[in-house]
């Protein structure tokens, strides 16, 4: 019930992970609190793009960055080339796990504040091969 403090939250998610000299934190905007539902969600969206990106590009450089607007607040969350592309790592042991519900779970949860999740392949310019993003717009 209580609000999230987003900066702090997500700066403890991207330290305080194995790989944290391949994670970027950028925050843009003035921070402000969003409802404890808005704030959840943007939270459980960066904790499950980082898992994603361990699992499906692991080594690769992940950027995260939390961008409060005027009208709304957006989390990006973009890594590297998969494992087998130009430029990416190599297959790690989680490549295989999991049963890929856990966009669709924050999709649904990003609707129901009014909000969008976008999730798909995104050019890496520098790197090589092809990246992935998730994005969370949620209103304020």
């Given at each position: 019930?209580?609000?999230?403090?987003?900066?702090e939250?997500?700066?403890a998610?991207?330290?305080?992970?194995?790989?944290?000299?391949?994670?970027g934190?950028?925050?843009r905007?003035?921070?402000?609190?969003?409802a404890p539902?808005?704030?959840?969600?943007?939270?459980r969206t960066a904790?499950?793009a980082l898992?994603?990106?361990?699992?499906?590009?692991?080594?690769?450089?992940?950027?995260?960055?939390?961008?409060?607007g005027?009208?709304e607040?957006v989390?990006?969350?973009?890594?590297?080339?998969?494992p087998g592309?130009p430029?990416?790592?190599p297959?790690?042991?989680?490549a295989?796990?999991?049963?890929?519900?856990?966009l669709?779970?924050?999709?649904?949860?990003?609707?129901?504040?009014?909000?969008?999740?976008r999730?798909?392949?995104?050019?890496r310019?520098?790197?090589?091969?092809?990246?992935?993003?998730?994005?969370?717009?949620?209103p304020?």
């Amino acid at each position: 019930a209580d609000p999230v403090d987003l900066p702090e939250a997500l700066r403890a998610l991207t330290i305080g992970d194995g790989q944290r000299e391949k994670i970027g934190y950028e925050l843009r905007g003035t921070p402000r609190r969003l409802a404890p539902e808005a704030g959840l969600a943007v939270y459980r969206t960066a904790q499950e793009a980082l898992a994603n990106a361990r699992k499906h590009a692991p080594g690769a450089a992940v950027a995260v960055t939390l961008s409060f607007g005027e009208h709304e607040t957006v989390l990006r969350v973009a890594n590297g080339a998969p494992p087998g592309a130009p430029g990416g790592p190599p297959a790690g042991p989680l490549a295989t796990t999991g049963g890929g519900y856990g966009l669709t779970g924050l999709t649904e949860r990003a609707e129901l504040l009014g909000g969008t999740l976008r999730a798909g392949p995104v050019p890496r310019q520098g790197e090589g091969g092809e990246g992935w993003a998730v994005e969370l717009k949620v209103p304020q």
